[in-house]
T-cell receptor, first 115, second 112 residues
Framework: ETGVTQTPRHLVMGMTNKKSLKCEQH?????MYWYKQSAKKPLELMFV???????ENNSVPSRFSPECPNSSHLFLHLHTLQPEDSALYLC??????????????FGEGSRLTVL | SQKIEQNSEALNIQEGKTATLTCNYT??????LQWYRQDPGRGPVFLLL?????KEKRKERLKVTFDTTLKQSLFHITASQPADSATYLC???????????FGAGTRLFVKA
């Protein structure tokens, strides 16, 4: 059982819908991440939060809106998405560290399909 | 721009043989390199980390080498088993932030 839980596991939405992805980590970590994984492409870092503060926004379109209310929870709010946004969205966490390890703990992902 | 290259073609090997996967990178001087395993429809799972000042790391049947001059890492699975069949991802990071970048992965099939 993973220490990082993502819900829902599968989501189908229309281009005009608003939905949210949720991530919860039970590992006591303080950094949380959103990655996007499209078929045959590398994982793309979207956002990073450290101690609830956003430290990375990798030029992500504003139709993706992250929220981190505390170090254990991370949300990705979705609105007016495009079909090319269909992908596996992965949440990960890591421990604040000397930044010499960077081991990431991933959830199982939320498979998003935009119609 | 920073780039990680992994063999996009699947690697097919016979059970019991050693699987060797390659990771090459450009325009980057990472502080560490990681390998993850990903099964279909699942999130990646961390396997091994090797730091810039290390040449080789072992963990059970896994061995990783890191050549910062060649900008290459090799990932070996000895005595491979069908259960080792998965996609293996190479990732690089530095000490300056939280930005870990990934390769697209290599799919490994181990035949019984």
């Amino acid at each position: 059982e993973t220490g990082v839980t993502q819900t829902p596991r599968h989501l189908v939405m229309g281009m005009t819908n608003k939905k949210s992805l949720k991530c919860e980590q039970h590992l006591g970590h303080n950094a949380m991440y959103w990655y996007k994984q499209s078929a045959k492409k590398p994982l793309e870092l979207m956002f990073v939060y450290n101690f609830k503060e956003q430290t990375e926004n990798n030029s992500v379109p504003s139709r993706f809106s992250p929220e981190c209310p505390n170090s254990s929870h991370l949300f990705l709010h979705l609105h007016t998405l495009q079909p090319e946004d269909s992908a596996l969205y992965l949440c990960a966490s890591s421990q604040e560290r000397t930044r010499r390890t960077g081991e990431l703990f991933f959830g199982e992902g939320s498979r998003l399909t935009v119609l | 721009s920073q780039k990680i290259e992994q063999n996009s073609e699947a690697l097919n090997i016979q059970e019991g043989k050693t699987a060797t996967l390659t990771c090459n990178y450009t325009n980057y001087s990472p502080a560490y390199l990681q390998w993850y395993r990903q099964d279909p429809g699942r999130g990646p799972v961390f396997l091994l980390l090797i730091r810039e000042n290390e040449k080789e790391k072992r963990k059970e049947r896994l061995k990783v080498t890191f050549d910062t001059t060649l900008k290459q890492s090799l990932f070996h699975i000895t005595a491979s088993q069908p259960a080792d069949s998965a996609t293996y991802l190479c990732a690089l990071g530095d000490t300056g932030g939280f930005k870990t970048i990934f390769g697209a992965g290599t799919r490994l099939f181990v035949k019984a």
